[in-house]
């Protein structure tokens, strides 16, 4: 598949979405969503963009069930103008 850049990526994603990954950025990782929110934590899933704790990982280092993945949080960054746009981010 060709690759995206980050800022059309950003733009195909709703508001609620993208909403959702500000907030995971800003809060941490998302405890036990809303019912309403876990349509959009499925379609980010989906995505790429959010992932369930690792198995070996510690609950109590890491309290949460959804985790920005590392291409969701340069996703954000660069929206928010933290990291320059030029980087490209492969989307699957």
């Known amino acids: 598949m060709p690759e995206r850049t980050a800022p059309s990526l950003w733009w195909q994603l709703t508001p609620a979405q993208r909403t959702m990954l500000r907030r995971l950025q800003a809060e941490g990782p998302l405890p036990t969503p809303d019912p309403g929110e876990m349509r959009t934590v499925r379609s980010l899933v989906r995505r790429g963009l959010l992932r369930t704790r690792d198995r ?12 920005l993945t590392a291409r969701a949080v340069r996703l954000v960054q660069q929206a ?4 320059p746009a030029q980087a490209e981010v492969a989307y699957s």
Do not use: K, M, T
Request: hydrophobic residues 30%; aromatic residues 12%.
């Open 56 to 67: 070996g990982r510690d609950r109590a280092s890491e309290p949460g069930c959804w985790f």
């Open 80 to 83: 928010e103008g933290l990291v």
